[in-house]
C-alpha cells in the first residue's frame, strides 16, 4: 500500500468467505430443516438402513476444484448423509445411554461455533474459562458436591477418568511426571480397583498411562451388581503383601449395564484408611444427585477425590460435555500444567490448559448454561423424574409378564430383562439365542433401538430411558413388539399393557429401587 494510502487491505471478493446476505439466507432454511427434524424424528427409521460402505460409495473420491452452490450441499445432506444418520434424538432411541440434541443446546453449538472461541489460556477466551468454572459450579450445586470440588469440562468420561486415575498416579508416584515408571527400583507395580460391572475406559485408562493391564483389579459384585467392600478391602491386603503398591479404586454410580449403585461411602472408607483415591464415575446416573429423593444413591460422594458426569447423557445437552469435578485440582495441574514461552502470560489468571492434556478447548460451557436457563432446575428434574416412572412402569410390567423376567435392580431409568418362556424347555445357550433374535426383530421395526448386554453370563435386553422425546407410546411400542416376539397374545397380556401410568400409582415417592 503505498505511504499515505488509507485504503484497508482486504481479500478480493472471491477470496472472502459467505456474504452476509447468503449467510442468513442459508442460515434461515438450515433452522427450518432442523426444526423440522427435531419435530419429526420418528419419521426415519430410528437405526440406518444401510450396509457398510453405503454412504462412501455415493460420495466422489477426490475434493471438488471448484466451489459448488450451498443449496447443491444441503441436497446431498438429504440424499446421501441422511441414509445413514442414527437417529439418536429418535423418541424410540432406547439403547446404551439416551442422548438428546435440545433445541437450547443446538443453539448454543450454532452460537458457539460462531464465535470460535479457543479456550486454551484465560486471555485466549475469558469468557469460555469463567462461564465454564460458574456453569460448573450452577451443576455441583444442584448435584449437591460441597465447594470443596471444582471442575473443568473435557469431551467424555473417558478422558475424565484418565484425567482422575494420572492425578491418582502423580499422588501416588513422588517424582513420576518427571522420571516415568519404566525401570525405577524404587516403584512397585501399582494396582488399581474396580467392580466387575465398571465401564471399560477404566481398562482403557490403566492401560495408556502404562501401569498395565494387568494393574486392574476387578471385584466381583453382590445380587444387586454393587461392589462387594469386604472383598475390596481384601484384595487390597493380599497385593500390599505380594507387593503392589495401591493407588486407586474407582466406584460408580449408575454402572453401564445395569445402572447400579456401589456403596460409596463404605468405599470411601476404605480409601480414606488406606490412602487411596477414589474416583467416582456418574457419568450417566450423576444427574439424579438433582432429585432430593435420589440423594441416598450418592452418600459419601462428598468424600471422594474426584468425580464424573456426563451432562450430554442425561441432561439434554448436544455431544460432547463431561463435567468433571476434582477435591484436589492442585495435584491434577501439578501432573499436567507446562506452559512455554509463547503461552506465558502477565494476567496471573488460572488457565484451562493447565488441567488436562489437550491444549485447545472449545466453547462447551455455553450450551450447559443455556439449557439449564432454558429449562431451568425444576424443569430438569421434572423430565428426569419422568424418565424413571417410565421405566418402574416398563419394569413392573415385566414383573408380571408370564415369559419375561427382569435381570437387575432399577435404581434410575434402565431396566435389564429377558424373555425366559416358562414352560418351554430350553438350553441357556438356546435361550440366550432366542433374546438375542428378539431383540434383532424389536430394532428392525424401525420404531424403537434397544442395545443388550451380559449379566452372569446371560443375554440381557435393555430398555434406556433418558431421551429428552421419548414417552409412554414409545415404550408401548416396545411392550407391543415383545408380546408380539415371545408369542403372548392380547389375553394374556397384563393390565399394565395398556396403562403404563397405573403401574405406579401405587408406589410412594421413596419407592425408586426395585
Known amino acids: 500500500m503505498p505511504k499515505g494510502d488509507s485504503t484497508p487491505l482486504s481479500a478480493p471478493p472471491e477470496l472472502g468467505d459467505m456474504s452476509a446476505d447468503d449467510f442468513r439466507r442459508h442460515g434461515h432454511a438450515l433452522v427450518e430443516w432442523i426444526a423440522r427434524y427435531l419435530d419429526h424424528t420418528d419419521r426415519y427409521p430410528v437405526l440406518a438402513r444401510v450396509a457398510p ?17 450451498f443449496e447443491a450441499i444441503l441436497e446431498d445432506v438429504d440424499r ?13 432411541f432406547m439403547a446404551y445411554f439416551g442422548i438428546s440434541a435440545s433445541a437450547p443446546g443446538v443453539f448454543a453449538d450454532f452460537l458457539a461455533s460462531a464465535l470460535n472461541q479457543q479456550a486454551m489460556l484465560w486471555r485466549t477466551s475469558p ?14 450445586d444442584l448435584i449437591g458436591l460441597p465447594p470443596s470440588f471444582e471442575g473443568v469440562i473435557y469431551d467424555t468420561a473417558s478422558v475424565s477418568t484418565l484425567h482422575a486415575l494420572a492425578t491418582a498416579r502423580e499422588a501416588a508416584v513422588p517424582g513420576v511426571r518427571a522420571h516415568g515408571l519404566p525401570g525405577r527400583g524404587d516403584v512397585p507395580r501399582l494396582r488399581v480397583y474396580c467392580s466387575d460391572q465398571t465401564h471399560s475406559s477404566i481398562d482403557k485408562g490403566v ?24 472383598l475390596l478391602r481384601t484384595a487390597i491386603a493380599e497385593d500390599r503383601v505380594s507387593g503392589w503398591r495401591p493407588i486407586a479404586v474407582v466406584a460408580t454410580i449408575g454402572t453401564t449395564s445395569t445402572t447400579s449403585v ?8 476404605i480409601c480414606e484408611a488406606e490412602r487411596l483415591w477414589l474416583h467416582v464415575d456418574g457419568a450417566y446416573g450423576g444427574v439424579c444427585g438433582m432429585l432430593p429423593e435420589m440423594r441416598g444413591h450418592f452418600v459419601g ?32 495441574r501439578q501432573a499436567f500444567s507446562l506452559t512455554p514461552e509463547y503461552l506465558r502470560t502477565p494476567d496471573g489468571a488460572r488457565n484451562l490448559s493447565d488441567t488436562g492434556v489437550q491444549l485447545g478447548r472449545r466453547f462447551r460451557s455455553l450450551k450447559l448454561w443455556m439449557i439449564l436457563r432454558y429449562f431451568g432446575a425444576d424443569g ?22 408370564p415369559d419375561l423376567e427382569r435381570l437387575a435392580p432399577v435404581p434410575f431409568s434402565v431396566v435389564c430383562f429377558r424373555a425366559n418362556l416358562r414352560g418351554r424347555s430350553m438350553s441357556p445357550a438356546d435361550l440366550d439365542a432366542f433374546n438375542e433374535a428378539l431383540m434383532h426383530r424389536i430394532n428392525a421395526s424401525g420404531d424403537v433401538f434397544l442395545s443388550h448386554t451380559k449379566l452372569r453370563g446371560a443375554f ?35 393390565p399394565e399393557t395398556t396403562n403404563l401410568s397405573s403401574s405406579l400409582a401405587h408406589r410412594g415417592p421413596g419407592q425408586t429401587d426395585m
Not at 62 to 68: I, K, L, V, Y
Not at 80 to 92: A, D, I, N, R, Y
Not at 262 to 269: G, K, L, M, W
Not at 380 to 401: G, N, S, T, Y
Open 262 to 269: 456401589d456403596p460409596v461411602a463404605e468405599i470411601a472408607d
Open 207 to 230: 492401560m495408556l498411562l502404562g501401569l498395565g493391564h494387568d494393574a486392574l483389579r476387578k471385584i466381583p459384585t453382590d445380587d444387586r451388581f454393587r461392589m462387594r467392600p469386604d
Open 80 to 92: 446421501v448423509l441422511m441414509p445413514g444418520v442414527t437417529h439418536w434424538s429418535h423418541p424410540g
Open 380 to 401: 430438569v428434574r421434572a423430565r428426569l423424574r419422568e424418565h424413571i416412572r417410565l421405566a418402574k412402569a416398563f419394569a413392573d410390567w415385566v414383573d408380571a409378564h
Open 53 to 69: 460402505g453405503d454412504i462412501a460409495k455415493n460420495l466422489p473420491a477426490q475434493a471438488p476444484e471448484t466451489g459448488e452452490p
Open 127 to 140: 469468557v469460555s474459562t469463567e462461564l465454564e468454572e460458574v456453569t460448573l459450579r450452577w451443576l455441583a
Open 301 to 332: 460422594l462428598e468424600r471422594a477425590d474426584s468425580f464424573v458426569v456426563n451432562p450430554h447423557k442425561w441432561l439434554f445437552t448436544p455431544f460432547d460435555l463431561s463435567a468433571f469435578y476434582c477435591r484436589r485440582m492442585d495435584e491434577l
Open 460 to 494: 440381557a435386553i435393555r430398555v434406556a430411558i433418558g431421551n429428552l422425546r421419548t414417552g409412554e407410546a414409545q415404550l408401548r411400542r416396545v411392550q407391543e413388539l415383545v408380546s408380539l416376539g415371545v408369542g403372548t397374545n392380547n389375553e394374556k397380556r397384563p
